[in-house]
């Protein structure tokens, strides 16, 4: 960091952090996301912010003989990732199995560091960060969406008897990659109405779609009352 920022070098390094902020949060923001465009934008002024004011401080002399503590100019950038450690915190959400917003968190502290590169002087540095986080956010997305990952949900059918459905299941679904385990049996007992709950589970790339070919299988022999996935899908 230069010892003496001039005007042009903060207006400089403020544009690159909007810069930036637009080019990582216009994803987000166009996938629906809750940390969308104005968001990243102003995470990451705060922090270029943060690191332009400690860069102006740099010059402000420290400890004297007479002073009982010292000036530590990094406890300001310091302070704003920990901020944002509890803004990302906020966007994951938690529902039984499922985790959503993991990758909406760890975009706002990229944008963080980016921010701090920028308002600290590293422009070469935090353009590359900028380069290298949207194309991550970009084209890796192709890339993740067909790794084959183990993915879960919850089926609910009408049954008779759980070792006859459990067994019937098993006959149907596993030629197919798909593995069933008997998790609960409820009885209605105004209308004798027998339903099974069973954890299914099978390994399948996000790009091959919902399981459709599950569905169409086990209707074929059962009633299938709910199908609720409870593994994340990758944004």
């Known amino acids: 960091m230069p010892l003496y920022p001039t005007w042009g070098d903060i207006a400089l390094r403020l544009a690159l952090t909007i810069v930036a902020g637009t080019v990582i949060g216009f ?10 465009l104005r968001t990243t934008i102003l995470v990451g002024l705060a922090a270029s912010a943060a690191m332009i004011q400690a860069n102006i401080l740099l010059s402000v002399g420290g400890k004297t003989a007479a002073s009982f ?23 994951i959400l938690k529902r039984g199995d499922l985790v959503t917003g993991v990758t909406t968190a ?19 540095l935090g353009i590359s960060i900028t380069v290298l986080s949207a194309a991550t956010l970009l084209f890796l997305r192709w890339a993740d969406r067909r ?14 008897s759980a070792v006859a459905t459990s067994a019937t299941l098993a006959k149907l679904i596993e030629p197919l990659g798909f593995h069933a385990q008997l998790r609960k049996q409820t009885r209605n007992d105004a209308s004798q109405a027998t339903s099974l709950c069973f ?4 390994k ?10 599950l569905l169409d299988a086990i209707e074929q022999t059962c009633v299938v009352e ?4 409870t593994s994340e899908a990758r944004h």
Request: one cysteine or more.
């Open 27 to 36: 994803n987000r923001g166009a996938r629906g996301h809750a940390a969308g």
């Open 69 to 91: 503590g010292v000036m530590d100019l990094m406890r300001l950038p310091l302070g704003i990732l920990t901020g944002v450690g509890f803004i990302g915190g906020g966007t």
């Open 106 to 124: 760890a975009t706002l502290w990229i944008t963080t560091v980016i921010g701090l590169c920028l308002g600290g002087g590293q422009l070469g």
């Open 147 to 160: 790794i084959p990952r183990q993915q879960r949900a919850l089926l609910v059918v009408a049954g008779v």
């Open 199 to 202: 954890d299914v589970v099978w």
């Open 204 to 213: 399948r790339a996000e790009a091959a779609g919902p399981p459709l070919d």
């Open 226 to 229: 709910s199908f609720e996935l």
